[in-house]
């Protein structure tokens, strides 16, 4: 598996990260979820347009505006395999710097959170970087109220490197674990 448009998977997650179509994704980073439902099968929650998620469309958006090559790597659509639903969005921030170092986001919508969705998500993103040959470490940002994220995090080895300020989420402790395979 590698960075590519196809759908990333994995055996063990039961999930798979896809990819958003430039009019899903536009329509998201407005905020219009009935535009982006007009223009895909998928069906998409409320959550996905809200005050959660338009911040990461639109910046994701004009990221790939900028840099389209990017846009294999950024925020996909987390969706269960079995049943098709939507249920979050996780993907990397971009493509590794140039240490080799690649940060990782995800988030799993509040109606479909405790059911292993997070670890799915993570699972996918950490096997998908371990078969591109320029990631040597994996980086995630997590706020220190959000014990859940922290505890999955800790769970796959990431440490506490330091901190920083986000302007949407404030205080993060920064948290980094060598690429597995690398």
């Given at each position: ?50 005050a959660e998620c338009v911040g990461v469309w639109r910046r994701r958006r004009d990221q ?98 330091g901190e920083q300020w986000d302007e949407e989420d404030g205080l993060e402790t920064i ?8």
């Amino acid at each position: 598996m590698g960075i590519t448009e196809e759908p990333w998977t994995s055996a063990a997650a039961g999930l798979e990260l896809v990819q958003l179509p430039p009019a899903v994704l536009d329509a998201l980073a407005d905020g219009d979820l009935d535009a982006a439902r007009a223009v895909t099968t998928l069906e998409l929650t409320p959550y996905l347009a809200g005050a959660e998620c338009v911040g990461v469309w639109r910046r994701r958006r004009d990221q790939i505006a900028r840099s389209p090559a990017d846009a294999a790597w950024v925020t996909r659509l987390v969706i269960e395999r079995g049943s098709r639903r939507v249920v979050g969005r996780a993907g990397y921030h971009g493509p590794p710097d140039d240490v080799g170092v690649v940060e990782i986001g995800y988030s799993i919508d509040p109606a479909r959170r405790r059911r292993g969705h997070a670890r799915g998500a993570l699972v996918i993103l950490l096997e998908t970087a371990k078969y591109h040959p320029a990631v040597a470490v994996v980086r995630a940002t997590v706020r220190p109220d959000n014990v859940p994220s922290r505890r999955l995090l800790d769970q796959y080895g990431f440490q506490a490197v330091g901190e920083q300020w986000d302007e949407e989420d404030g205080l993060e402790t920064i948290l980094e674990a060598p690429c597995p395979g690398s």
